[in-house]
Structure formats: structure tokens, C-alpha cells
């Protein structure tokens, strides 16, 4: 629940905050920032099929505030890319992030 409403004030912060930049910087400032992200969390980009994979099969390797950031980092950037005028959509950062709360809550469960 919290998630979502981050998810959602901050796409709209964002759309608010870039509504006045002319449209070929914004599109570089957005390019910028995915090359950024892709070099510093490339498991972040695309739909994280071969991320969730890495989880099930590496569940004991995994630190456990891993799922958690990478979840709230994929919505923010999922935010950032579309108030930026790059194509996407919502539907799978959001199954991404769904299965990385899941597994936390999981993880979390088998340690009590």
C-alpha cells in the first residue's frame, strides 16, 4: 500500500516537475538517467524475468534489503522513465516489484 502511493506521487511529481523542460532536453535528461541506472543496476532494466530467476535460484546468497530496494528503485525508475517521455509501461515493474515484496515477506517469514 505504501508503495503504491510512492509510486504514484512520485510519477506525478515527476510529470509536474518536467511539464515546462522542452522536449528534446527532456529526452536526453531521461536518456542520461537510464544509462546511469543501467550502469549502476542493470538487473533494473527490462522487465526482470532473469531477476526473479536470480532470486528463486540464489534465495540463500541474496542479502534481504536487496528485494526491498530493488523493488522501490524499479518504481522510481519506472517514474522517472515515463514522466520523461520514454516509452514503457506500468504492468511490469509492477509484477516485478509485487514478486520482490512477496519474496521479502517470505524470506521474513521463514526467519521467525
Not at 506521487?9 to 516537475?17: N, T, W
Not at 523493488?71 to 514478486?99: D, E, N, Q
Request: hydrophobic share 50%; with cysteine.
Amino acid at each position: 500500500m505504501v508503495l503504491d502511493w510512492l509510486y504514484l506521487v512520485s510519477e506525478h511529481a515527476l510529470i509536474r516537475l518536467f511539464s515546462n523542460i522542452p522536449i528534446l532536453l527532456l529526452t536526453t535528461l531521461g536518456g542520461v538517467g537510464i544509462g546511469g541506472m543501467a550502469l549502476l543496476y542493470p538487473d533494473l532494466l527490462f522487465s526482470g524475468e532473469e531477476t526473479l530467476l536470480e532470486y528463486i535460484d540464489e534465495r540463500r546468497l541474496i542479502p534481504l534489503y536487496t528485494p526491498i530496494m530493488f523493488s522501490v528503485l524499479k518504481l522510481l525508475f519506472t517514474a522517472f522513465c515515463l514522466a520523461t517521455g520514454w516509452r514503457g509501461g506500468h504492468i511490469y515493474p509492477l509484477l516485478f516489484s509485487s514478486f520482490t515484496l512477496g519474496y521479502f515477506s517470505v524470506y521474513c517469514w521463514t526467519l521467525i
